[in-house]
């Protein structure tokens, strides 16, 4: 009976969420990352090795740590297995993350942006501007 509870209690220890975040707030998740921006997609993201790529346009920098190199296209894991993230095609989102340095399909390393499930990401509606009919 002893060694079924030590199984039982080991066999629980060991289960764990491999990409799971800790609650954090808003500002220390700002704080802790290398950039935050307001970017729109480009597309539903290509398999680049073991990441997934996406085409992205900067629309606002609030916060860089590498100039505007590398704007063009942001990294996350390729499935939720490897933390990765999903973004929709031509949707605006705020995003934190960290440059990393990545291998691409080719062998080639290079810093990269990434962005996973523990960094800040919301969708964002820009204002329209409609015209009002005068009555």
Do not use: H
């Not at 509870?5 to 707030?25: I, K, M, N, R, T």
């Not at 990545?102 to 969708?123: H, P, S, V, Y």
């Amino acid at each position: 009976m002893k060694y079924l509870a030590v199984l039982l209690v080991s066999s629980w220890l060991g289960y764990a969420y491999a990409c799971s975040c800790a609650p954090e707030p808003q500002e220390d998740i700002f704080c802790r990352a290398d950039y935050g921006f307001l970017v729109k997609t480009k597309d539903n993201g290509t398999i680049d090795g073991y990441y997934k790529k996406f085409g992205i346009e900067l629309i606002e920098n609030y916060k860089t740590q590498l100039g505007k190199r590398n704007l063009k296209f942001l990294y996350t894991g390729k499935d939720g297995g490897m933390c990765g993230v999903n973004l929709k095609k031509d949707t605006y989102y705020i995003l934190t993350g960290n440059y990393a340095t990545i291998q691409d399909a080719n062998g080639k390393k290079k810093k990269r942006m990434t962005i996973g499930l523990c960094g800040f990401r919301k969708e964002f509606s820009p204002p329209t501007c409609n015209a009002r009919k005068e009555t």
